[in-house]
């Protein structure tokens, strides 16, 4: 196609004061409280080729085999092109249900296909739930950290957010039951608690069994809604299976978010919501406004790739790939990372969570960092407040083992210079003696994680 030259007139110079004023009073008011979203913007500045992004949480689409892409393409071409080009319903078809019931069964949960809306990748189902729920100024409570990407969402809702603070166990259910408290003395009702219980995104953390089962009495004994959000279950390197939240209360208070962006791939955009009839029916609402349905195309490509019977080997295929990467991270880390740092050892999931010296801001480093043509995302993404600045997360999946020793190794030598610089301002003794291999352990079992930041305080 050739291009269409644009017309002088209509080139954009650079925005103009008048400009501005133009559309300054037309803006919502929410729109002042909306943030961007740190992943989103890294992405732009990662997509140059030099750099070495352990920023994306990208899982790896290389390995879905093309051969296979294109055979179920061209089936639903050849027998139903224009079933799969027309609209579909706001809920889903009937089909991609029967995909998610599958899905989630594999994690032992048992879930009615009327329960399920098909959304366009979960982040649109945690965006209509909040369209659901929060009113300005409602009470909406996360981990801390949580995940970045959700931060916008509660944002542009301009809900009041208050973060728990994670362990290695995962959010601290004792630190919660005293905010429930609190608020209840003050005469608030939370609209719900959001939760990334397994293999967080982005501690790595999972959620302890005694803190899933004490969370769902507190949803009953409260009437809270808990919202779970359930990316990486399957995605499991090592240890036991642990009941997913929806599991453990039956769907009464837990909402349910899945996804098939980290098991098949994100650029379907395919995901979905589980709420019981009253929430659905108000999610159907938000979701025939937002964009009447999702995408037909990848919802027959689903049904085509399930059809076919492999999807579970192709999960297995993403662990035994997936599990190689965190090893060769966390091998990485202790090589080239200060012994002053500590991280998380997710036992599955996509990400690392590494904590550095309090006086190291991450957002500083990763400025550094870029000019090294590296990327991670700095920690303050996964807060509201102000907290999260010496810590980052770091993803493995989205890269191979070479590239990821190598993201480690110049991630370690701007925290080296920064340590340094530090050292000789006050005079302080090195700290930057590597870690002992062994001293973070190999493959964690029993615990998901060894070291993990312990801030202490509150949850406000
Ligand atoms: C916890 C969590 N929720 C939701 C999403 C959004 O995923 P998608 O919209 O691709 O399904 C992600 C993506 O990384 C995630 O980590």
Redesign the pocket.
């Known amino acids: 196609m050739s291009e269409v030259p644009i017309p002088p007139h209509r080139r954009r110079a650079h925005t103009s004061t008048r400009d501005l004023e133009r559309y300054a009073g037309l803006f919502a008011e929410r729109t002042t409280v909306m943030r961007s979203s740190a992943m989103r913007d890294l992405m732009a500045i990662t997509a140059r080729p030099e750099v070495i992004s352990l920023a994306g949480?990208l899982p790896d689409t290389s390995t879905f085999p093309p051969q296979s892409f294109a055979a179920q393409m061209t089936r639903i071409a050849q027998e139903s092109a224009a079933e799969a080009l027309q609209y579909g319903p706001t809920e889903g078809f009937e089909e991609t249900k029967d995909c998610i019931v599958e899905v989630m069964g594999a994690e032992g949960m048992l879930v009615d296909p009327h329960d399920v809306i098909v959304t366009?990748?979960?982040?649109?189902?945690?965006d209509l739930i909040c369209k659901a729920l929060v009113d300005p100024g409602d009470v909406v409570i996360c981990e801390a950290p949580t995940?970045p990407?959700?931060v916008p969402v509660f944002c542009s809702y301009q809900a009041e957010v208050i973060q728990v603070e994670c362990d290695e166990d995962g959010m601290r259910v004792d630190e919660l039951e005293q905010l429930l408290e609190r608020l209840r003395r003050d005469g608030r009702r939370p609209k719900f608690v959001y939760s990334?219980p397994t293999f967080?995104?982005p501690a790595g953390v999972t959620m302890s069994l005694p803190r899933r089962q004490r969370l769902v009495e507190l949803a009953r004994l409260h009437e809270l809604l808990v919202v779970e959000?359930?990316?990486?279950g399957l995605l499991r390197y090592g240890g036991e299976p642990m009941p997913p939240l929806y599991q453990l209360d039956g769907g009464d208070f837990v909402l349910y978010?899945g996804?098939?962006?980290?098991i098949l791939s994100?650029g379907i955009?395919?995901?979905w919501a589980v709420a019981p009839p009253p929430v659905m029916e108000k999610i159907v609402l938000g979701k025939q406004a937002a964009d009447l349905c999702t995408s037909t195309l990848t919802q027959y490509f689903v049904r085509e790739y399930f059809a076919e019977g492999r999807w579970r080997q192709y999960v297995e295929d993403l662990v035994e790939i997936y599990r190689g990467r965190r090893d060769t991270m966390l091998a990485a880390l202790v090589e080239h990372f200060p012994a002053a740092a500590t991280w998380t050892e997710p036992q599955g999931g996509?990400f690392i969570w590494a904590t550095l010296p309090e006086y190291i801001d991450s957002g500083d480093l990763l400025a550094k960092a870029l000019r090294a043509d590296v990327a991670f995302v700095p920690g303050q993404a996964a807060y509201i407040d102000e907290r999260g600045r010496n810590s980052m997360r770091l993803n493995f999946s989205g890269v191979g083992d070479a590239e990821i020793r190598e993201g480690i190794r110049r991630i370690g030598a701007v925290i080296a210079e920064q340590v340094e610089l530090y050292e000789a301002l006050t005079g302080e003794e090195s700290t930057l003696a590597r870690a002992e291999p062994g001293r973070r352990g190999g493959e964690a079992d029993g615990a998901d994680v060894l070291p993990f930041r312990k801030t202490g305080e509150g949850s406000g």
Do not use: C, E, M
């Open positions: 949480g366009t990748g979960g982040q649109q189902a945690i995940y990407g959700a990334v967080q995104n959000d359930n990316p990486y978010i996804t098939f962006s980290k994100p955009r395919l995901g996509l």
